[in-house]
């Protein structure tokens, strides 16, 4: 089981380090054992960073995380060695994950000489088993990255991360960079293999609707914190975050100014003047239609609207209810 507790992370730039943002606010979630957890939320809102902490490719600045009750924040680095191999991530773009000029096979072969976990022909035996558990060929062994599709090589990062029987792992966006045809694919491979192997997962999506099918729950997002969780069919069924709601009945078009972040139209586009740390009160405040008074003033605390649903938003009760119709597609009513 991983248990995120009030994790939050600050970057520090420019001369001196003067420069700081924290970029994740104090999250906190639980993800049982075989489950899958979906974080989502825009571009930009802190999931990323949220998701190497938890693998602990970067440090957090302050919170615990722990693993079968064992704390990660605090293990000695001789313990964390080798509780690592249990604990995987992997990255939406496969093409940086492999060394260009390794065959497929040397890549895959790696993680057992890294851990010593098998030597010499067995090595052989267990990367041609690999391969096949995700659907792959043994000819695909004799390959270059290059020589693979985008799919292929996501389902070779897989097996990569397989290879060393992780209980858990955090996919960020591991299809994001596919076809839409090719990214189903590869989900229902990685829902498969959940199935076989039985490890828990953190799936990392800006699309709400992908995570909907690989998640037991979702917790949402927003610049840094989380601001609605809960079971699955109660975030799609019944939202009360208006930012949740939005999401759902958002048509997300792309924001120039912004880059490659997207904007969702049916919100307030956000103003870059309000500076949310000076101004205090809800960080949604400048996009929500809903915003009154006292979330300019008050942090909004997590509330409980149902059995196992957390919201953190002053005015849930005040929002018209919505209910999903039989294709899943939320309507407000
Ligand atoms: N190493 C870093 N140094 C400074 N800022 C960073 C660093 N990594 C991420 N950020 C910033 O933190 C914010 C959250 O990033 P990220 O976790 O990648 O979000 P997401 O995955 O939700 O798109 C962004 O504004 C990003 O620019
Ligand atoms: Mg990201």
Same mark, same amino acid.
């Given at each position: ?54 693998v ?25 060695r080798k509780l690592r191999p249990k604990i995987q991530i992997i ?6 994950a492999f060394n260009?000029r390794w065959k497929i096979r040397d890549s895959l072969g790696e993680p057992f000489k890294l851990n010593r976990l098998v030597r010499g022909r067995e090595i052989i035996d267990r990367v041609l088993e690999l391969i096949e558990t995700v659907?792959l060929?043994p000819?695909h062994l004799n390959r270059?990255p ?7 090589l996501?389902r070779v990062a897989l097996a990569r991360v397989l290879a060393l029987q992780p209980e858990?792992i ?23 293999l959940?199935?076989?192997f039985?490890f ?27 601001? $609605?969780? %809960?079971? *699955?069919?109660? !975030? ?10 939005? =999401?759902?009945? +958002? ?5 120039? $100014?912004? %880059?490659? *972040?997207?904007? !969702? ?10 500076? =949310?740390?000076? +101004? ?54």
């Open positions: 089981m991983l248990e995120v507790v009030g994790i939050k992370k600050v970057f520090t730039s420019g001369i001196f380090r003067r420069r700081s943002i924290e970029v994740v606010r104090g999250v906190s979630f639980r993800v049982n054992k075989g489950q899958t957890l979906g974080l989502v939320g825009e571009s930009g809102c802190g999931k990323t960073t949220v998701g190497k902490m938890i602990r490719l970067i440090e957090p600045t302050a919170g615990r995380i722990l693993f079968n009750g064992i704390e990660l924040t605090r293990l000695d680095p001789r313990k964390l990255f939406q773009d496969p093409d940086m260009p659907g060929h000819e270059y290059f020589e693979l599709s985008g799919g292929q996501q858990l955090v996919a960020d966006e591991p299809t994001s960079s596919l076809d839409v045809s090719v990214q189903a694919q590869v989900l229902t491979l990685l829902k498969e959940q199935r076989r039985q828990t997962c953190v799936f990392i999506s800006h699309d709400l609707n992908v995570a909907r099918w690989m998640s037991d729950r979702i917790a949402v997002m927003y610049r840094g914190k989380i601001v $609605e969780e %809960g079971k *699955t069919e109660s !975030i799609f069924g019944s939202p009360c975050h208006p930012y949740t709601r939005a =999401l759902l009945g +958002a048509i997300l078009v792309p924001d120039p $100014e912004a %880059g490659r *972040t997207w904007r !969702i139209a049916s919100l307030n586009h956000v103003s870059p003047e309000v500076n =949310l740390e000076k +101004a205090g009160g809800c960080s949604f405040q400048d996009r929500c239609p809903h915003a009154e008074k006292i979330c300019r003033e008050k942090e909004p605390p997590l509330a409980v609207p149902a059995p196992d649903h957390r919201v953190a938003c002053h005015r849930f009760k005040d929002l018209v209810p919505v209910q999903a119709n039989v294709t899943g597609k939320v309507c407000f009513l």
